[in-house]
């Protein structure tokens, strides 16, 4: 997946910095890669309860065609880099690469 430049730094900068104006537990990034037999993992940074004071983290959701999630990554202290999940149905894994474009 690849990611604006300035976007893709400044959403890293946030995994170790604490934003500034953003909600408590907002979603601040949330895009989807689709895969050719239909599934889909959303790529997520996520503020945390305390923005003021805490870093953002983050996260990979796997769902299946119709919707459903099917497994989710470990949560995350970096933005870019790999996101990889096992479903839980197939076993097959998942595996998303954030770059910088």
């Known amino acids: 997946m690849e990611v604006e430049k300035e976007k893709g730094q400044?959403?890293?900068?946030f995994c170790h910095?604490?934003?500034?104006?953003?909600?408590?537990?907002?979603a601040i990034f949330d895009q989807?890669?689709?895969?050719?037999?239909?599934?889909?993992m959303a790529i997520q940074v996520i503020a945390s309860e305390n923005p003021d004071t805490e870093e953002c983290w983050t996260q990979g959701v796997l769902?299946?065609?119709?919707?459903?999630?099917?497994?989710c990554t470990d949560v995350g202290e970096t933005f870019l880099g790999e996101y990889q999940i096992k479903d839980t149905v197939y076993s097959n894994?998942?595996?998303?690469?954030?770059?910088l474009k």
Request: glycine content about 12%; hydrophobic content about 35%; proline content about 5%.
């Open 93 to 99: 894994e998942y595996l998303v690469e954030v770059v």
């Open 32 to 40: 989807e890669f689709v895969f050719e037999n239909g599934m889909r």
């Open 17 to 26: 910095v604490p934003p500034k104006d953003c909600g408590r537990g907002e």
């Open 63 to 71: 769902f299946n065609k119709i919707g459903i999630e099917v497994g």
């Open 10 to 13: 400044e959403l890293e900068k």
